[in-house]
């Protein structure tokens, strides 16, 4: 069965560090989304990807978030000063086009120190 | 504005006892689609299932049931006979289906569930 695959699945980094996500999204998915969750806290909506673009984005995505689809598999979520509070789980999502189900990747555990 | 209440943190109980998670949701759209997602204490996110705003037909899985009704702006889940391998976070989530909006989702804040043998 096809999945949501992220790399890597722990990454420490130094406060001010630039870090990039990477997300290969199910094949003939469409739409792309990167979500974060804060330990022990809900699940926040990042940003959602389509044809080429930004399609949404949340208050959380300021000018220090970037995404960008490389290449025709990889999805990538760019911090590009870390900060404390950006210590999370990162998940990317994708969904087939014509369809409203979201299937997640297993996530990324973000450390900023 | 769209929001998503799960008020109960968490719940504990012993195997095989039949348990209920509470969802309430707020919403202006007309049309909207309803999720539940389960995070194993492994940290993924798994989709359960999947409701849209016409559809209060209630719906069995095995073990599990959702019950849907406008009226009251809710959305349970309802697990019988729990097992131990029930023990999670279960997330409650809303998205709009209006044209041009991408379904982004709005989750609940999670109740975690501790089923114990």
């Known amino acids: 069965e096809p999945e949501v695959t992220q790399t890597p699945s722990h990454q420490v980094t130094q406060m001010g560090q630039e870090v990039i996500l990477r997300c290969v999204p199910i094949s003939n998915h469409l739409y792309f989304y990167w979500y974060r969750q804060i330990l022990g806290q809900k699940v926040e909506f990042l940003v959602s990807?389509?044809?080429?673009?930004?399609?949404?984005k949340s208050e959380i995505f300021d000018d220090q978030f970037s995404v960008e689809r490389p290449d025709g598999s990889n999805f990538t979520l760019k911090i590009r000063s870390t900060k404390l509070e950006d210590s999370a789980m990162y998940f990317c999502?994708?969904?087939?086009?014509?369809?409203?189900?979201?299937?997640f990747g297993p996530g990324t555990r973000l450390t900023v120190l | 504005a769209q929001k998503v209440t799960q008020a109960q943190t968490e719940i504990s109980v012993v195997e095989k006892e039949d348990v209920t998670l509470d969802c309430v949701y707020e919403?202006?759209?007309?049309?909207?689609?309803l999720f539940w997602y389960k995070q194993p204490p492994s940290g993924e996110l798994v989709f359960l299932i999947r409701r849209n705003s016409f559809d209060e037909q209630n719906e069995i899985s095995g073990r599990y049931s959702w019950n849907f009704q406008k009226s009251t702006s809710s959305f349970n889940f309802t697990i019988t006979a729990s097992q131990v391998v029930d023990s999670a976070v279960y997330f409650c989530?809303?998205?709009?289906?209006?044209?041009?909006?991408?379904?982004?989702?709005?989750f609940g804040k999670g109740t975690k569930l501790s089923v114990k043998p």
């Open positions: 919403t202006r759209d007309t049309t909207y689609y």
């Open positions: 989530a809303l998205s709009e289906a209006r044209r041009g909006s991408q379904g982004n989702l709005i």
């Open positions: 999502a994708s969904k087939a086009g014509g369809t409203d189900t979201q299937y």
């Open positions: 990807f389509y044809n080429n673009e930004i399609s949404e």
